[in-house]
């Protein structure tokens, strides 16, 4: 992982979505620099804490979206979500009861993970979106 890995290779052109994905590409980051740095556990705490309820609150927004334009695989795409969450949420409760031995596995499965949706799933429904709710 990098410091930076958004590019625009990930934005879908919905703005307010692209910005929610890049926030949650740099929360990942910064809790893998953070580690990196040996940095306390307070820290690691608040940015854990933060991109587990950043992810719900993405997630949210997006499956809003799908609700307001009818979008028909939308039930589908949630589902991947919500198992999403249950790794994001796994992960943060292993770090606040001290288990993180392989944290840095389990950050960069996420930045995958992220990084896949993003131009897979998420890339799908844009055109289906756009048309029935074009801003
Ligand atoms: Fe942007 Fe389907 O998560």
């Given at each position: 992982?990098?410091?930076?890995?958004?590019?625009?290779?990930?934005?879908?052109?919905?703005?307010?979505?692209?910005?929610?994905?890049?926030?949650?590409?740099?929360?990942?980051?910064?809790?893998?620099?953070?580690?990196?740095?040996?940095?306390?556990?307070?820290?690691?705490?608040?940015?854990?804490?933060?991109?587990?309820?950043?992810?719900?609150?993405h997630f949210k927004s997006?499956?809003?979206?799908?609700?307001?334009?009818?979008?028909?695989?939308?039930?589908s795409h949630k589902k991947?979500?919500?198992?999403?969450?249950?790794?994001?949420?796994?992960?943060?409760?292993?770090?606040?009861?001290?288990?993180?031995?392989v944290a840095t596995d389990?950050?960069?499965?996420?930045?995958?993970?992220?990084?896949?949706?993003?131009?897979?799933?998420?890339?799908?429904?844009?055109?289906?979106?756009?048309?029935?709710?074009?801003?």
């Open positions: 992982m990098g410091p930076t890995q958004w590019s625009d290779a990930l934005k879908l052109g919905i703005d307010e979505i692209d910005q929610q994905h890049r926030k949650l590409l740099s929360l990942i980051d910064e809790l893998n620099e953070a580690m990196r740095q040996g940095k306390g556990k307070d820290i690691l705490g608040k940015i854990t804490t933060e991109l587990d309820s950043y992810t719900k609150y997006e499956e809003r979206l799908f609700s307001n334009c009818g979008f028909p695989e939308a039930v991947i979500h919500d198992d999403f969450v249950q790794k994001v949420t796994g992960f943060k409760k292993d770090f606040d009861s001290g288990k993180l031995g389990i950050l960069l499965f996420l930045n995958n993970w992220l990084i896949n949706h993003i131009k897979g799933l998420d890339k799908k429904y844009v055109p289906f979106v756009t048309e029935k709710c074009a801003k």
